[in-house]
């Protein structure tokens, strides 16, 4: 979470809550393979409603960073060129990586299978276009922009999927962007509040955790509920941010929560093509105990090597090409002054 501003505060437990967040969607799609010790956990089963924390956290992050910038060409053009650089390269990877898999198993043959990479290659794959297209399945003014547009989400996901936030990608767009407002919308709530007390802060983190672990399992159950997940994860980011060092913080300030927020957007991403491999390779006849420790170990060392060799290097490349998009800019506007 360094993008943006130096002088921005640096949450580092918003970067482990972002680490955890990952990590519960990995086992979410761990349990979903039979005979493990994962197998039909009823908290984990339902660990991909995890993936409302990454929009919400995306949103409040985004915000703290572009939300009071001006409003324009200049600052629109950087941000897109650091949010591409940042996330598109990796993307590709993974996706080439899935594209592999697909021709070896036949599936790139299928009908429409074209469509879906051109989605892909795009990343639009999630905006409703094609069912089941994801090949690799994760100011004043301003303010009223966005809670408007969180509003008209909330709106369509109440009337055509009764709240829920399950279902196909008909309606992902929708639900992402709600998510994604309301973390804009925390971060202008929180952004002029006091620290709180340690022990308050550690409580309400608590409190909010214990919500998540009761609600989630329940959500399958009762798929409405999952509009509480969304509105949990703005709570725990609020606790977060507020909070001055209490042992929360600490603990989630340590090497692993770390590591794994470094990592968060590489274990995302490459967890389902890797896990695909592993399987097709034959590790899946492994004992399932055997199998399990397997995937995350190699995850781990995939994830750390596409941090390393994909993720740093072409971010890096995203700020130098907008630092000089941006002397251009300004050599340009020099000279035309000069006439």
């Known amino acids: 979470m360094n993008e943006g501003s130096p002088c921005r505060p640096h949450y580092g437990n918003l970067e482990a809550l972002r680490g955890i967040a990952a990590l519960v969607v990995v086992l979410h799609h761990l349990s979903l393979q ?16 995890f993936v409302d924390l990454f929009f919400v956290l995306s949103g409040f992050v985004i915000a703290s960073v572009h939300a009071e910038s001006s409003a324009s060409e200049t600052a629109a053009t950087g941000f897109l060129i650091r949010r591409f650089f940042r996330l598109w390269p990796l993307h590709l990877v993974t996706l080439i990586a899935a594209l592999g898999l697909d021709i070896l198993g036949g599936e790139a043959g299928k ?17 409703g276009f094609v069912p089941g297209s994801v090949l690799n399945g994760p100011s004043c003014r301003r303010l009223g922009i966005m809670a408007t547009i969180g509003v008209i989400s909330l709106t369509v996901l109440l009337v055509f999927r009764g709240g829920s936030l399950d279902g196909d990608l008909s309606l992902r767009l929708p639900r992402c962007l709600m998510s994604f407002s309301l973390g804009v919308l925390l971060w202008a709530w929180s952004r002029d509040r006091k620290p709180l007390i340690p022990r308050v802060a550690t409580i309400g983190q608590a409190v909010v955790a214990a919500a998540m672990i009761v609600v ?34 600490v603990m989630l300030d340590r090497r692993v929560p770390q590591w794994l927020g470094r990592h968060s957007y590489s274990l995302y991403l490459v967890h389902m093509p890797l896990f695909r491999w592993l399987s097709e390779a034959g590790a899946d006849e492994l004992p399932r105990t055997a199998w399990l420790v397997l995937s995350l170990a190699a995850l781990g060392l995939v994830s750390a090597v596409t941090y390393r060799l994909v993720e740093v290097p072409w971010r890096d490349r ?14 340009g506007e020099q000279s035309l002054k000069g006439l």
């Open 34 to 49: 039979p005979g493990t010790f994962l197998t039909g956990n009823p908290w984990l089963g339902q660990g991909w409603l």
């Open 111 to 127: 009908l429409g299978y074209g469509a879906m990479f051109v989605l892909n290659l795009t990343m639009t794959q999630a905006w």
């Open 216 to 249: 989630l399992p329940c959500t399958a159950q009762i798929p409405s509920l999952g509009l509480a997940m969304p509105l949990l994860s703005a709570a725990m980011i609020a606790f977060m941010v507020r909070d001055p060092g209490s042992a929360a913080r």
């Open 318 to 331: 995203g700020r130098s090409i907008e630092r000089r998009a941006e002397r251009s800019r300004s050599l």
